[in-house]
């Protein structure tokens, strides 16, 4: 079984930036693809990164490109979305979810909005305010 476990949420001004973490434990050699999801009050969970098991493959979400970047250290099963010019939109719970599969393939069910990932962590909060 893999754990995934998110850390580093918090309340952050906007323009400011933060960084949060998803450390996975367990047989964390079973997670390929990692991603990071986002669901703000009242609205639905949507994606906002995804990188490959090596880690030189990702994508994002058009709300995000150019203001976060996803990146992971396999050596401490560890992936990070650094999170910049921040506004009150990006206020949600952000999870990281890992799938076995390849990032083309977890995008590809992405894209058609199935959102079914092999293990799922439990969130952080992320809160943007003045």
């Given at each position: 079984?893999?754990?995934l476990?998110e850390s580093g949420?918090?309340?952050v001004q906007?323009?400011?930036?933060?960084?949060?973490?998803?450390?996975a434990s367990?047989?964390?050699?079973?997670?390929?693809?990692v991603?990071?999801?986002?669901?703000?009050?009242?609205?639905?969970r949507?994606?906002?990164a995804?990188?490959?098991?090596?880690g030189?493959?990702?994508?994002y979400?058009?709300s995000?490109k150019?203001?976060?970047?996803?990146s992971r250290?396999?050596a401490?099963?560890t992936?990070t979305l650094?999170?910049?010019?921040?506004n009150?939109e990006d206020t949600?719970?952000?999870?990281?979810a890992g799938?076995s599969?390849a990032?083309y393939?977890?995008m590809?069910?992405i894209?058609?909005?199935?959102?079914?990932?092999?293990?799922w962590?439990?969130g952080?909060?992320?809160?943007?305010?003045s």
């Amino acid at each position: 079984q893999v754990q995934l476990m998110e850390s580093g949420g918090g309340l952050v001004q906007p323009g400011g930036s933060l960084r949060i973490s998803c450390v996975a434990s367990g047989r964390s050699a079973a997670v390929n693809a990692v991603a990071w999801f986002r669901q703000a009050p009242g609205k639905e969970r949507e994606f906002v990164a995804g990188i490959n098991g090596p880690g030189h493959g990702t994508y994002y979400a058009d709300s995000v490109k150019g203001r976060f970047t996803i990146s992971r250290d396999n050596a401490k099963n560890t992936v990070t979305l650094q999170m910049n010019s921040l506004n009150p939109e990006d206020t949600a719970v952000y999870y990281c979810a890992g799938d076995s599969q390849a990032l083309y393939l977890m995008m590809g069910r992405i894209r058609r909005g199935d959102y079914t990932m092999n293990y799922w962590g439990k969130g952080t909060l992320v809160t943007v305010s003045s």
